[in-house]
């Protein structure tokens, strides 16, 4: 190095650490209560002597879901982030303890979330380790997750038209906004297996949902009702969005982040340009909220007094992060975001919250489900978008 150079450098290097300083403390910040918090869950499961899910906390108690939820891979993948945030072997160890006990979710075929259960945790798993037991896992998975593919509608069929979840509507092939997510484990298991058919069968279903569920505005409906025999569609509507022709602030999380990986794995300018119009609604919206934490939905009634999603705002901040990749200036929506869930207005005390990480999500306002509540993917997508921040 010149001597001007190292010069330059040692004038430089004080005012660089500086301005990096706040953003590094508040994803220490973070990393901390998350470290005091998850440890207090992990406590509370040992305390059982068993492997018990904490999804969400109601009515002073933790709430604790089956296998078959299809929030069942995010705890289990909280702690995986946690390695990957802080190199502590101790998160590695239960996270990978926590997600081995959730392998029979590959046969699952009854409901789409396979993709969110298996990427969540095995997808990290084999990241991490490259233990060839987690690849077979996301292999086995997708082939579940290829049998709800309807070649005659060209999607991956949401949920059942009979059974579950919104069985009662009088659906035929319901498809959601949420099964964007999916589609990370059919693209994965292409490239782990070599069998393009999951890769094919994602494009088809990335292509047809940006046809038919979003609308002029890259608002989305959250269900498309296809008809899986003679093909077109039968209806769009409302499940977890205020009304039919409402933009639910989850969904619109899910449709970002969704053609945000399609890119990933494709490179198609298309997905890429989709993940633009998308950015646009939501951070143009006038009624996004100045600390970019959105309402549960971006029309309903009581704006200003709706409540809030936490959970749409990690999921936007963990796809923005990525997309930044690409269109560097995201990064600084990302930073906002964070910066906002780090406050105190969002970040939970420790000990409290029932030792989850952040306040104030909503799962579903029409069903009466999980309002104003932690929420264990709230968590995850958290980690997740710290560990896009700080490149781990
Ligand atoms: N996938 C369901 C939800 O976002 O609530």
């Known amino acids: 190095m010149t001597n001007n150079k190292s010069t330059l450098l040692a004038l430089c290097l004080p005012i660089l650490l500086v301005a990096c300083a706040p953003e590094q403390d508040l994803s220490e910040k973070i990393i901390a209560r998350a470290g005091e918090q998850l440890s207090a869950q992990c406590q509370a499961i040992d305390a059982t002597g068993t492997f018990i899910n904490p999804k969400s906390f109601h009515e002073g108690k933790v709430v604790y879901i089956p296998l078959d939820d299809w929030c069942s891979g995010f705890f289990p993948g909280t702690l995986l982030e946690m390695y990957r945030l802080t190199g502590d072997s101790t998160w590695l160890r239960r996270g990978l303890e926590y997600t081995e006990q959730l392998d029979s979710i590959k046969h699952i075929k009854w409901h789409h979330d396979v993709g969110f259960m298996t990427m969540s945790c095995f997808g990290q798993a084999w990241r991490i380790t490259h233990n060839p037991a987690y690849r077979d896992v996301i292999i086995t998975a997708a082939q579940s997750l290829s049998t ?142 100045a600390d970019l934490v959105p309402y549960w939905d971006y029309n309903a009634p009581d704006i200003p007094n709706a409540y809030r999603d936490a959970s749409a705002a990690a999921v936007m901040a963990s796809a923005l992060y990525e997309l930044s990749t690409w269109i560097p200036e995201y990064r600084q929506t ?58 781990k």
């Open 148 to 289: 709800r593919f309807r070649p005659v509608s060209g999607v991956l069929q949401s949920w059942d038209e009979d059974r579950g979840w919104q069985g009662t509507r009088g659906w035929m092939c319901p498809t959601i906004i949420d099964n964007m997510i999916n589609l990370e484990l059919l693209f994965e298991a292409t490239e782990l297996s070599g069998d393009s058919t999951f890769r094919t069968i994602a494009i088809s279903h990335a292509d047809t949902t940006m046809k038919y569920h979003f609308r002029s505005d890259y608002s989305t409906c959250h269900v498309v009702d296809y008809d899986k025999v003679k093909g077109g569609i039968r209806s769009r509507c409302a499940a977890q969005g205020y009304s039919d022709s409402s933009c639910w602030s989850r969904g619109e999380a899910w449709a970002l982040y969704g053609y945000a990986l399609c890119y990933r794995y494709t490179g198609n300018e298309k997905y890429l340009d989709q993940c633009r119009h998308v950015y646009g609604y939501i951070f143009n919206n006038p009624n996004m909220p």
């Open 334 to 391: 990302a930073d906002h975001i964070i910066e906002s869930l780090a406050s105190d207005a969002y970040l939970a005390k420790a000990g409290e919250n029932g030792n989850f990480i952040l306040m104030h999500s909503v799962g579903s306002i029409p069903h009466g489900n999980e309002i104003d509540a932690p929420l264990n993917y709230a968590d995850y997508y958290l980690l997740e978008a710290l560990c896009r921040k700080n490149n």
